[in-house]
């Protein structure tokens, strides 16, 4: 599996709770995510917002 990095900035309080998470759930932040990123709908055109345009 050919794989990518993700850089974000967020506050040392969110991370200090995604941490905190994480070891409850004895994951990882990075399985984290990429479990909330499988939960995504998918989409056809590539678009998963649910807005309709004109």
Do not use: C
């Not at 506050?11 to 479990?35: G, H, M, P, W």
């Amino acid at each position: 599996m050919k794989t990518k990095e993700v850089h974000i900035r967020i506050s040392e309080r969110r991370f200090n709770k995604l941490k905190t998470y994480a070891t409850s759930k004895e994951k990882t932040v990075t399985q984290l995510i990429e479990d909330w990123i499988d939960r995504l709908p998918s989409s056809e055109n590539g678009n998963s917002s649910t807005t309709k345009l004109p």
